[in-house]
């Protein structure tokens, strides 16, 4: 019995940005002391955006010096049956306090995180070390996918 060889395609830009909403964890992919480093992190897509929130430590620290990222999801059901979104892109710190051009942008970060964390900022936040909210502006959008 002959199997078919795995399909490897592009995913194009609606595909890509389907998948970026349908997900709520990703990993974060920065540099840190010449070295990359990778973690996970609960995220937010909109309008070419990627919303999230850390806490402080060498992460944070990292991207304060250095602020541009890459930031992968994948959607995995088998060996050949995957699709995988890739973001590069710069990180921005966001301040409840900016009265500046970014004026806002905490607010409406924070009300899009609470769609899946709706106690992020209140009393009962279950990760109130979390207290760093960032967004990742969209350079680079690309993906791939696996059929069998």
């Known amino acids: 019995m002959h199997t078919a060889p795995p399909a490897f395609r592009q995913l194009d ?78 990180l921005t710190l966001l301040s409840p306090a900016d009265d500046g051009p970014m004026h806002g942008e905490w607010d409406h970060a924070v009300e899009l995180l609470r769609k899946i964390v709706p106690e992020a900022f209140t009393a009962d936040d279950p990760t109130p070390d979390r207290s760093v909210v960032f967004r990742i502006r969209a350079d680079q959008v690309t993906g791939r996918a696996a059929t069998s």
């Open 13 to 90: 830009p609606f595909e890509c940005a389907a998948l970026m909403g349908m997900q709520n964890v990703g990993r974060l992919a920065y540099v840190h002391q010449h070295r990359v480093d990778i973690v996970p992190i609960h995220y937010v897509w909109s309008s070419g955006w990627i919303y999230g929130r850390t806490g402080d430590g060498q992460k944070l620290r990292a991207l304060v010096h250095n602020p541009w990222v890459a930031f992968e999801i994948d959607e995995i059901h088998a060996l050949f049956s995957w699709r995988s979104v890739v973001v590069r892109g710069t």
